[in-house]
T-cell receptor
Framework: GIQVEQSPPDLILQEGANSTLRCNFS?????LQWFHQNPWGQLINLFY???GTKQNGRLSATTVATERYSLLYISSSQTTDSGVYFC??????????FGTGTRLTVIP | ETGVTQSPTHLIKTRGQQVTLRCSSQ?????VSWYQQALGQGPQFIFQ???????GRGNFPPRFSGLQFPNYSSELNVNALELDDSALYLC?????????????FGPGTRLTVL
C-alpha cells in the first residue's frame, strides 16, 4: 500500500501562532483527507483534498498531487486546536492509509 | 442527518474471549470500513463492507470477521482475543464503495484485553 509520512511528529505552539503540518505520500492518490483527533479519540474531518487548495476558517490545506505532498495550515492557533492531526490517502484501494500523525499542543 | 455511531464506548475483556462491536452508518451511506488504532499509532484498515459484502481486507487474521446488515449497519467480531488486540476500534461510513468517497468516522470503541 501507499506510504504516508507526516512531519513534524510533535509541535508546541503559543496561542495565536501559525503552523504548517506536512504530509508526504509515496504514490499518486485519488483521495486524501486531513483529520483532527480529539482527546476522546473522535476523528473529525477537516478536508477532503486530493488536489488543490481549500480553506475553512482558520484552517487551510493545499495538496500538490504531482509532487506527492499536502500541507495543512493553522492560523491564529487556539488551545482547542490541540490534538493529533492525521493525513490519510488512498490510491485506487478502498481503504485509507494513515500517517503516524502530528501531535499539536497549543499553550495559552 | 445522523452521524456514525458506535457501541459500546468502552469494553474490557480477558484473553481468549470473543467480542462484538457495532456501528451504525451515516444516513444514506451504504459502505462501512473498520480500522484498529493502537496507542500512539495511526488507524490501520481491517476491512470494508459494501452492500453487505466484504469489499477489501487489510492485514488482519481471520479471527477478525464482520457483517453488514440490510440497513447498512455493521458488526466487527474478534475471536480468541489477544493482549495486542487492545486498541481503539473505529468505524467509518461513506456514500458508496468508490475510492474517491469521503469517509466519516464514528467516536470509536476502546477495547482493553487483560
Amino acid at each position: 500500500g501507499i506510504q504516508v509520512e507526516q512531519s513534524p511528529p510533535d509541535l508546541i505552539l503559543q496561542e495565536g501562532a501559525n503552523s504548517t503540518l506536512r504530509c508526504n505520500f509515496s504514490d499518486s492518490v485519488n483521495n486524501l483527507q486531513w483529520f483532527h483527533q480529539n482527546p476522546w479519540g473522535q476523528l473529525i474531518n477537516l478536508f477532503y483534498i486530493p488536489s488543490g487548495t481549500k480553506q475553512n476558517g482558520r484552517l487551510s490545506a493545499t495538496t500538490v498531487a504531482t509532487e506527492r505532498y499536502s500541507l495543512l495550515y493553522i492560523s491564529s492557533s487556539q488551545t482547542t486546536d490541540s490534538g493529533v492531526y492525521f493525513c490519510a490517502a488512498k490510491t485506487g484501494a478502498n481503504n485509507l492509509f494513515f500517517g503516524t500523525g502530528t501531535r499539536l499542543t497549543v499553550i495559552p | 442527518e445522523t452521524g456514525v455511531t458506535q457501541s459500546p464506548t468502552h469494553l474490557i475483556k480477558t484473553r481468549g474471549q470473543q467480542v462484538t462491536l457495532r456501528c451504525s452508518s451515516q444516513s444514506g451511506h451504504n459502505t462501512v470500513s473498520w480500522y484498529q488504532q493502537a496507542l500512539g499509532q495511526g488507524p490501520q484498515f481491517i476491512f470494508q463492507y459494501y452492500r453487505e459484502e466484504e469489499n477489501g481486507r487489510g492485514n488482519f487474521p481471520p479471527r477478525f470477521s464482520g457483517l453488514q446488515f440490510p440497513n447498512y449497519s455493521s458488526e466487527l467480531n474478534v475471536n480468541a482475543l489477544e493482549l495486542d488486540d487492545s486498541a481503539l476500534y473505529l468505524c467509518a461510513s461513506s456514500l458508496s464503495g468508490r475510492a474517491t468517497d469521503t469517509q466519516y468516522f464514528g467516536p470509536g470503541t476502546r477495547l482493553t484485553v487483560l
